[in-house]
C-alpha cells in the first residue's frame, strides 16, 4: 500500500491494489459485531474492517438508555413484537421484526459472555427498564452510557480476534464491476492518497445521517455516507422519509436526554405547570412512542404552552440517590449544556433529529439489491422500525442484524475465488477528488452544510406540508449543485478534514434529497412523518414502502409491499 504516487497537479493514488475475503465499511456496533459473526462462522476467512475514526469513536459508543429484549418472567418475543410493529405503525416487515425480537435474549446473553457489565436488578439480574411504546420492561442498560459498554466490549472481542483494521480511512465510493460489488475506493486520512481494496463482498455499516439537520443528537461523523455510496451504486434506499424526532434534547446543542430519564419515572411540563402528556395520551402518559410525545411537545409549544422554545423535563421527584445512580451522565450534560442540576431544577428539552428509520434496502439476512452488497445497523433498512423506531431496538438492530450481515457475507465468500475489479471508480474518484482540490470559488463546504442544515430543519421538522417540502427540494437541488463547486483551503495530504467535509457534504446532499422526495410523495400522516395537509394515517394507499433509485434527474420512486404476518394493521 505505499506505492502512492503523485503526478503533477493529480490527486495521490495506490497503484497496488490490497484484497480481502470480506470488507466492512463502519467499526461501531454493526460492523464489529458483524466481523466478529464472520471469523465465528468461518474461522479461516480474510476479513478487515474500515473507519473514518477510531473504532470506539463511532456514534454507538454515545446511545444511553439501552437495549431491548424480552428477558423478563412474563414477557415474551411475540410481546416485544407486537410493540414493535405497533410503535412503527405497522409499516415494519413482521418477517424481519420476529427474527430481531426472537433472537434478542440469546444475542443479549452473548454480549454478557462478551463482558458487557450491565445493571443488575436486587435479585442480580440484569435489570431492565420501561422505555416509550413498550408494554413490558425489556431494556436491558449500563446506567446511561449503554454505548459505551457494549462498544468497549465489542472492540476488545476485535483485538483478542486480531482483526485488521484500516483506522481513519474514507470511503469514497463502492466498486461495482460486472453487476457485483468488488471491493471500495478509500481515502487515507493520515497519509493522504485514494487506494482500491477489492474484497469478495462488502458490508456498509456506516450508520445514521442525523446531521443532514442543523441540530441533531448525531456526532458530526454521522452524515449518511454509507447510504449515499450504495444509493451511488445502484441500490435502492428505502422509507428516507421516516426520520425520528427525539422528544427530549438539549435546546442550543440538541444533545440526547435519553428517554430512560423518562423510564425512570420523569415527567415532562408546560409552562403552566401541567403534565400535558395527559392530554395526548392519557395511558402511557410520558412513556408513549417518541413521535407521540414529539407531536405532543411541538404542539404545546406551538401553542405557547412552551417556555422559551422548550418544554421542562423534571426529575427532581426522583431524588438524588436514583439520579446519581441510573442517570448521572444525563445531571452532568445537563450542568455542563445547560447550566441545571435536575437535582434541583427541571431541563429545558425539546424535539431533535435523532434518527434515520430508512436505509439501504435489504432483507432479513442484510441482503441489498446489488449482489456482493450488504448493509447493517442503522445505515440499513430492513425494515424492523416502520415509521417510528422504540427506544432500545436500534442498538438491538445493530447486534442481531450485524451477526447476521457476517454469517450471510461469510457463507457467500466461502470458496469463491478472489478476483480483482477491472479497475475504473479509481481514476473516477482521483478525478472527483481533483476537481474538489482545484476549485477556485469562494463557497467553504461548511457553508453549504450549515444552508441544508437549515432547510431540513425548517421545512422537514416535525411538521411538514407539500408547501414547505416543495421549497426545500428545490433549495437541495441548488446545493447540490454548489458542493461541487465548494473551495478547499487544505489542498495537502495529511489529515485534510477539508476534503473529507467537501465529500461527506455530497453524501448529506444526496441523502437529503431521497428524504424530500420520499416525504413529498407520501400524501398520508404515519409515525414520524406528520404533514399537516394530510393529518390521517392511510393504509388503504400508503401502507407499503418507498424506495428510492438514483437518477441522474434526482431520486426515482417505487414502492414495495410490507409483509405482515402475524398482526394485521389496526
Ligand atoms: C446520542 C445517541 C443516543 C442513542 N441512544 C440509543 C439507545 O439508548 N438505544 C438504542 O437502541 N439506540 C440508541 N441510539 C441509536 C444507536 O446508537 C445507533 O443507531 C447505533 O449505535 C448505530 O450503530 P451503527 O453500528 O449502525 O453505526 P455507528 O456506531 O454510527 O458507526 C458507524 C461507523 O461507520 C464509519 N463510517 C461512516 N462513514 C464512513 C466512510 N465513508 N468511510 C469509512 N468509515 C465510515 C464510522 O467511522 C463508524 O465506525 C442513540 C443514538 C444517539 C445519536
Redesign the pocket.
Known sequence: MRACVNSGSRVKMSTRMTHHDLLI???????MRAAIAALTHQPQLDVAL????H?VR???V??????NAALGENDSWEAHAFDTTKGGQYLGDQDAIEAMCREAPADILDLERMGVIFSRDERGRIAQRPFGGAGFPRTCYAADR??HALLHAMYEQLLKRQIRVYEE???TSLIVDDGACRGVVAWDLLHGGLHAIGAKAVIV????S?RVFLTS??AV??TG??MALAYRAGAPLEDMEFVQFHPTTLKDTGI?I?EGARGEGGYLLNTLGERFMKNYAPEQMELATRSAVSLAIGQEIAEGRGVDGCVLLDLRHLKRQRILERLPQIRELAIEFAGVDPIESPIPVRPGA??QMGGVQTNQWAETELPGLYAA???ACVSVHGANRL??????E?IVFGRRAGVRAAESVRGAASRLPSGGTLELEQARIAMLMANKGSERPWQVRDELGKVLSLHLGIFRTQKSMTEAGDKVRELKARATRVVLQDRGNVFNTDLIQALELQALLDVAETIVAGALAREESRGAHYRSDFPRRDDANWLRHTLASRTPDGPSLRYQRVTVTRFPPK
Open positions: 465499511v463502519g467499526a461501531g456496533l454493526a460492523g474500515l473507519s473514518k475514526v473504532p463511532s456514534h454507538s454515545a446511545a444511553q438508555g439501552g437495549i449503554t454505548g480511512w474514507y470511503v455499516a456506516t450508520g445514521g442525523g443528537t448525531n461523523i454521522n455516507d454509507g440526547l435519553t435523532h434518527y445497523g442503522e445505515c427506544g432500545g431496538n436500534s442498538l438491538l445493530t
